[in-house]
């Protein structure tokens, strides 16, 4: 199979809904005892877990893909370089606008990084402080 091919074949299958990281913090989440809605449409950003009660949402951003500054986020690929550059540019500039709009709205938002996923307890610690 040709790289390309399979490269388009693996780009297909990057989810946007229910990912590995989402439902880490939402098993974190649900065993704390927390309820939530999911992909709640209505708001800016779609955010992945939503209280309505507390007006808070948690985004749950893969580090690569939203450009965070931790050493996978800040990876740049090795081929289609301005392409690549120039997309998660403007996903970084989609997710501040839609942070500002939520907190216009008046929601609390908290964003989960795929990095932060390796310390659990410190994880736990933090969503529990953001929902308190």
């Not at 704390?32 to 749950?60: E, M, Q, T, W």
């Amino acid at each position: 199979m040709e790289s390309s091919e399979l490269r388009s074949r693996t780009m297909r299958a990057v989810k946007s809904k229910d990912t590995s990281p989402e439902l880490f913090v939402r098993r974190i989440l649900h065993a704390k005892g927390y309820r939530y809605r999911l992909h709640r449409s209505n708001l800016p950003g779609c955010p992945d877990i939503v209280f309505p009660g507390r007006k808070s949402a948690i985004l749950v951003h893969g580090c690569f893909w939203h450009g965070h500054d931790c050493a996978r986020g800040a990876r740049v690929p090795k081929t289609h370089t301005v392409y690549w550059t120039a997309k998660i540019s403007r996903n970084v500039a989609r997710d501040i606008e839609h942070l500002k709009a939520l907190s216009q709205l008046g929601w609390k938002v908290l964003t989960v990084w795929e990095c932060e996923l390796k310390n659990e307890s410190a994880l736990t610690k933090r969503l529990i402080r953001f929902l308190k």
